[in-house]
């Protein structure tokens, strides 16, 4: 890892060297790789020892050191230490201290990506663009909170041209503290939709808190929002700089601060789960795109992905090829055809706005439309209300068949029966996720088309995992 050295890093994160004795020459010897996991901590590597509810890393210090660990950061002091060790105040807050170094030392761009709903989606598409100029690194999985932005960033290389960083929170400050490791030259904000309503409180809540990013930006920076969002394009200058706008069609919302969108699209074209079509203006020409991912919000998507592509260089034909070789990921709207039938898994995560997207999605497959559904988490005070407005979104869209499990999506369920006319059946199964499984895996057949959709914490991939199971 280009310029972690044990001097350097314990300078970053103000430790105190103790542990065995060691020499000037071994103190300037730069890290192999940065782990929090005791498995992982192979020759060369620095261990750092989180301390959890269930594992504590501490315990785990004289095992790294006989599998040839460079050094450990810890809280305190191991007895008979047989390395160098970091002591700190701190070890998660070190943590984040060494991802900035490693940052600062790589000197790349970094985009930073964040907003309530399509975060992940988004940073596919961005990355797929970026692919055409640029050795991209990108966040995998969710590690885009305090612990995973980190270990994203640790993963780099001095082989990596940019880094795109996707950073989630939950509450006030987060942001300030995963922006002031990110550092973005280009920032994204895709929406300000109503995820985390239980500690952010309302939408102007969950605003302030994304936008403390803007005070961790580069110097320069390009920061990139949806023109189309209510709250976002009032933003009228970050660091006295005009944000770049994207949006559908030319039309500037009343409230806007901005005069034009630098970015728009129109002439949308719904082939279903094929994909989609559209006309993608940028400021140098206009081209007719495809996006192979089934849902309108990938326009959106794309949209971002071409004004990120401008503010790093990239050229019309590359943001267009990029975008058209855009692919999903597991968990996020992707198809799988497994039996017969066609799986949409979008199990990663849910809030009111992933949920009908997705619904929109299944509306267009074929054969029977069956949505395998399940609570959403920290919607805060109007979380009933918002589970009963999905539950006749559901029925708005006559999906054939709704399945259920969870405590809230009971009002998904009385959303669906209380809908005027309704015509979608419904399995409710209380808190028995398993025999919602059981249910959908014996009731799917040849020619449907399944969606199943729940925040994470419902662990509704084994669904998806059973339903495709040879």
């Given at each position: 890892?280009?310029?972690?050295t044990?001097e350097?890093?314990a300078?970053?994160?103000?430790a105190?060297i103790c542990?065995?004795?060691?020499?000037?020459?071994?103190?300037?010897?730069?890290?192999?790789?940065?782990?929090?996991d005791?498995?992982?901590?192979?020759?060369?590597?620095?261990?750092?020892?989180?301390?959890?509810?269930?594992?504590?890393?501490?315990?785990?210090?004289?095992?790294?050191?006989?599998?040839?660990a460079?050094?450990?950061v810890?809280?305190?002091?191991?007895e008979?230490?047989?390395?160098?060790?970091?002591l700190v105040a701190?070890?998660?807050?070190a943590?984040?201290q060494?991802?900035?170094?490693?940052?600062?030392?790589?000197?790349?761009?970094?985009?930073g990506?964040?907003?309530?709903?399509?975060?992940?989606s988004?940073?596919?598409?961005?990355?797929?663009v970026l692919s055409?100029?640029?050795?991209?690194?990108?966040?995998?999985g969710?590690?885009?909170?305090?612990?995973?932005?980190?270990?994203?960033?640790?993963?780099?290389?001095?082989?990596?041209e940019?880094?795109?960083l996707?950073m989630?929170?939950?509450?006030f400050?987060?942001?300030?503290?995963?922006?002031?490791v990110?550092r973005?030259?280009?920032?994204?904000?895709?929406?300000?939709g109503?995820?985390?309503?239980e500690n952010?409180?309302t939408?102007?809540?969950?605003l302030?808190?994304?936008?403390?990013?803007?005070?961790?930006l580069?110097?320069?920076?390009?920061v990139?929002?949806?023109?189309?969002?209510?709250?976002?394009?009032?933003?009228?200058?970050?660091?006295?700089?005009?944000p770049v706008?994207?949006?559908?069609?030319?039309?500037?919302p009343?409230?806007?601060?901005?005069?034009?969108?630098?970015?728009?699209?129109?002439?949308v074209e719904?082939?279903?789960?094929?994909?989609?079509?559209?006309?993608?203006?940028?400021?140098k020409?206009?081209y007719?795109?495809?996006?192979?991912?089934?849902?309108?919000h990938?326009v959106?998507?794309?949209m971002?992905?071409?004004?990120?592509?401008l503010?790093?260089?990239?050229?019309?034909?590359?943001i267009?090829a990029?975008?058209?070789?855009a692919?999903t990921?597991?968990?996020?709207t992707?198809?799988i055809e497994?039996?017969?039938?066609?799986v949409?898994?979008?199990?990663?995560?849910?809030?009111?706005?992933?949920?009908?997207?997705?619904?929109?999605?299944?509306?267009?497959g074929?054969?029977?439309?069956?949505?395998?559904l399940g609570?959403?988490?920290?919607?805060?005070?109007?979380?009933?209300?918002?589970?009963?407005?999905?539950?006749?979104?559901?029925?708005?869209?006559?999906?054939?068949w709704?399945?259920?499990?969870?405590e809230?999506?009971?009002?998904?369920?009385r959303?669906?029966?209380?809908?005027?006319d309704f015509?979608?059946?419904?399995?409710?199964?209380?808190k028995?996720?398993?025999a919602?499984?059981?249910?959908?895996c014996?009731?799917?057949?040849?020619?449907?088309?399944?969606?199943?959709k729940?925040?994470h914490?419902?662990?509704y991939p084994?669904?998806?995992?059973?339903?495709?199971?040879?």
């Amino acid at each position: 890892m280009k310029g972690m050295t044990i001097e350097r890093m314990a300078q970053a994160c103000q430790a105190r060297i103790c542990g065995k004795p060691a020499e000037q020459a071994a103190l300037q010897k730069e890290a192999a790789g940065i782990v929090i996991d005791s498995r992982q901590a192979k020759e060369g590597f620095v261990f750092v020892a989180l301390p959890g509810e269930r594992v504590d890393g501490h315990n785990f210090i004289p095992q790294v050191f006989e599998n040839g660990a460079l050094a450990v950061v810890c809280e305190r002091e191991p007895e008979d230490a047989q390395g160098i060790c970091l002591l700190v105040a701190s070890t998660k807050e070190a943590l984040k201290q060494l991802a900035a170094l490693y940052l600062d030392e790589l000197s790349i761009p970094v985009v930073g990506i964040t907003g309530s709903v399509g975060k992940t989606s988004t940073k596919e598409m961005i990355a797929s663009v970026l692919s055409q100029k640029y050795n991209v690194h990108k966040t995998a999985g969710n590690f885009n909170n305090e612990i995973g932005l980190p270990l994203t960033v640790f993963g780099l290389t001095e082989a990596h041209e940019v880094a795109v960083l996707e950073m989630g929170i939950s509450d006030f400050g987060e942001m300030s503290r995963l922006a002031a490791v990110a550092r973005p030259q280009v920032s994204v904000i895709t929406n300000i939709g109503i995820c985390h309503l239980e500690n952010l409180g309302t939408r102007d809540g969950i605003l302030k808190a994304k936008t403390e990013v803007f005070d961790y930006l580069r110097e320069d920076a390009t920061v990139v929002l949806n023109g189309d969002d209510d709250k976002l394009c009032t933003v009228a200058q970050v660091q006295g700089k005009a944000p770049v706008f994207y949006g559908m069609g030319e039309r500037t919302p009343e409230q806007a601060a901005y005069e034009k969108k630098s970015i728009f699209a129109d002439a949308v074209e719904n082939k279903g789960l094929r994909g989609i079509d559209f006309d993608l203006h940028l400021p140098k020409g206009t081209y007719r795109v495809h996006v192979v991912i089934p849902g309108e919000h990938n326009v959106y998507n794309a949209m971002v992905a071409a004004a990120v592509g401008l503010a790093l260089g990239l050229s019309d034909k590359e943001i267009c090829a990029g975008i058209e070789a855009a692919r999903t990921i597991g968990g996020r709207t992707n198809l799988i055809e497994a039996k017969g039938y066609l799986v949409i898994d979008d199990c990663y995560n849910a809030n009111p706005v992933s949920m009908k997207a997705a619904v929109d999605v299944l509306a267009q497959g074929e054969g029977r439309k069956i949505a395998v559904l399940g609570d959403m988490g920290e919607l805060g005070a109007d979380e009933k209300q918002l589970h009963y407005e999905v539950g006749a979104y559901v029925a708005e869209k006559h999906i054939d068949w709704l399945f259920a499990a969870g405590e809230l999506s009971k009002e998904l369920v009385r959303g669906v029966e209380e809908y005027p006319d309704f015509t979608t059946q419904v399995d409710y199964f209380g808190k028995d996720v398993e025999a919602l499984c059981s249910r959908v895996c014996d009731f799917a057949q040849p020619g449907d088309t399944i969606l199943v959709k729940a925040s994470h914490f419902m662990d509704y991939p084994r669904i998806v995992q059973a339903l495709t199971k040879e």
